[in-house]
């Protein structure tokens, strides 16, 4: 039964941020209010804060921040943390219907870089993401905590600051393509 209850709230989490992204689209970051993505959603606003906390959630919150312990630890390799992330990039970057749209994991990324308090959040979150998989990295036995909490900072700070080169380029390449450029010195230390 909790994996119903699970998979309807991932699901619901998932229609209310495309609600968001639309109306963010259309009108602006600044113009549009909780009150108005939960009725675009048709959910109530409580529902709204309850799956994301604040405006800027609906943004920066994915399916990374709802997974368990355990399956961070089935997605993330802790041999090769950056060939774990590249694969997770590929699979959002080619929409599942083969359409030509950038799938809403992409249209989040101009809120983050032009949107002052969303790239706040976004930081918070990078930072949370760092102290799930640093205890991964540890336990592989080749780097101390603090040696794993630093690449784990450097996985995700670094993830952050190719996103924002494909961003400033004009997203004219694949996403992958900056991720793999860019974190391949950091990947050089796993492999």
């Known amino acids: 039964?909790?994996?119903?209850r699970e998979q309807w709230r991932r699901n619901a989490m998932?229609?209310?941020?495309?609600?968001?992204?639309?109306?963010?689209?259309?009108?602006?970051?600044?113009?549009?209010?909780?009150?108005?993505?939960?009725?675009?959603?048709?959910v109530s606003p409580s529902s709204v804060y309850r799956y994301f906390g604040?405006?800027?959630?609906?943004?920066?919150?994915?399916?990374?921040?709802?997974?368990?312990?355990?399956e961070v630890a089935a997605t993330v390799d802790p041999v090769d943390p950056v060939g774990s992330l590249l694969r997770m990039v590929r699979r959002y970057e080619a929409?599942?219907?083969?359409?030509?749209?950038?799938p809403d994991a992409w249209r989040r990324v101009p809120f983050f870089f032009s949107v002052p308090s969303v790239r706040a959040a976004l930081l918070a979150s990078a930072d949370a993401t760092g102290k799930r998989i640093a205890p991964l990295?540890?336990?592989?036995?080749?780097?101390?905590?603090?040696?794993?909490?630093v690449l784990a900072n450097a996985l995700t700070f670094g993830y952050l600051a190719t996103l924002e080169l494909w961003f400033d380029d004009g997203q004219t390449r694949p996403i992958a393509a900056y991720v793999e450029e860019g974190l391949a010195p950091l990947r050089a230390l796993w492999i």
């Open 1 to 4: 039964m909790a994996g119903l």
């Open 14 to 42: 998932q229609v209310i941020q495309q609600k968001a992204l639309d109306l963010f689209e259309e009108r602006s970051f600044d113009a549009v209010t909780i009150e108005a993505v939960a009725a675009a959603a048709e």
């Open 54 to 70: 604040t405006k800027e959630g609906l943004l920066v919150v994915d399916e990374f921040d709802a997974m368990s312990a355990d």
């Open 95 to 102: 929409p599942a219907d083969g359409a030509a749209a950038l």
């Open 137 to 149: 990295i540890a336990q592989a036995g080749t780097f101390s905590p603090s040696q794993a909490r």
